[in-house]
Antibody
Framework: QVQLQESGPGLVKSSETLSLTCTVS????????WSWIRQSPGKGLEWIGFLYYTGTTNYNPSLRSRVTMSLDTSKNQFSLKLNSVTAADTAVYYC??????????????WGQGTLVTVSS | QSVLTQPPSVSGAPGQRVTISCTGS?????????LHWYQHLPGTAPKLLIYGNNNRPSGVPDRFSGSKSGTSASLAITGLQGEDEADYYC???????????FGGGTKLTVL
């Protein structure tokens, strides 16, 4: 079955770069679109962006200037980098798979999430 | 402020029926984009509950149903059970933002 697992530092210093990796098992990442979503403490879900193995990406306009997503097909992984982080970037970060290629695709598989805390 | 608006909380007794609303605008739900629902228990992965407005993934009980009309959508849960106590989120696409948008979430309490 499809499984996603986030990994990366749980603590990042303010103004530095947050880096997370999502390891996918059960399917080849080249066959789907993949996404990052986060949830700040006490708040709802926020879509960060999606990517496809061809290099196609689409980022949330509110984060676009600080976000980079990439894939490593040899490891069946994809990654998130968010630079110049502040306390507002403290959140549980989820990686997820898009069900299909439509613009309004749902996310049908999710990782368990990883908490990233930005410290001053 | 989320693009899609949900009530912060709803509650119901076991066996009852509850509905959770999701209100959007002409650039998302009203534009005809599909609406999806997720069930989220803190500390776990969100679970796709309803996709494409009213479709259930395999394994989701038929106690859960979705509907959409105009710029709004609803999730209905019948025969409420204690295990249904969770946070519920709606999600769609917004053409103004050119990306996915979520509701703020609704906490369901089973009394």
């Amino acid at each position: 079955q499809v499984q996603l697992q986030e990994s990366g530092p749980g603590l990042v210093k303010s103004s530095e770069t947050l880096s997370l990796t999502c390891t996918v098992s059960g399917v080849f990442i080249t066959n789907y679109y993949w996404s990052w979503i986060r949830q700040s403490p006490g708040k709802g879900l926020e879509w960060i962006g999606f990517l496809y193995y061809t290099g196609t990406t689409n980022y949330n306009p509110s984060l676009r200037s600080r976000v980079t997503m990439s894939l490593d097909t040899s490891k069946n992984q994809f990654s998130l980098k968010l630079n110049s982080v502040t306390a507002a970037d403290t959140a549980v970060y989820y990686c997820a798979r898009l069900l299909d290629y439509s613009t309004s695709s749902p996310f049908d598989h999710w990782g368990q999430g990883t908490l990233v805390t930005v410290s001053s | 402020q989320s693009v899609l608006t949900q009530p912060p909380s709803v509650s119901g007794a076991p066996g009852q029926r509850v509905t959770i609303s999701c209100t959007g605008s002409s650039s998302n739900i009203g534009a005809g984009y599909d609406l999806h629902w997720y069930q989220h228990l803190p500390g776990t992965a969100p679970k796709l509950l309803i996709y494409g407005n009213n479709n259930r993934p395999s394994g989701v009980p038929d106690r859960f149903s979705g509907s959409k009309s105009g710029t709004s959508a609803s999730l209905a849960i019948t025969g409420l059970q204690g295990e249904d106590e969770a946070d519920y989120y709606c999600q769609s696409y917004d053409s103004s933002l050119s990306g996915s948008v979520f509701g703020g979430g609704t906490k369901l309490t089973v009394l």
